[in-house]
């Protein structure tokens, strides 16, 4: 099943085009072109773990206000 069966032909076009252009996108920038030191993977792994942390507090907390 495709877009334009599923939504008609106008709206299946458009988001036939706007695939494309996603694709296009995703196939220009899927390689990155700078090289990140040590330092930045190491500070961004911190954050990552952070994040998480905090997503993870986030939760315990309203598990326990719904308790």
């Known amino acids: 099943m495709n877009a334009k069966t599923l939504f008609g032909e106008r709206v299946g076009r458009v988001l036939s085009g ?13 390689k990155p072109r700078i090289t990140m030191s040590p330092a930045v993977k190491i500070a961004l792994m911190f954050l990552r773990i952070y994040l ?16």
């Open 18 to 30: 706007w695939a494309d252009t996603i694709r296009a996108i995703n196939k220009k920038y899927e």
């Open 52 to 67: 998480i942390l905090l997503v993870v507090l986030l939760g315990y907390k309203f598990w326990t206000m719904i308790q």
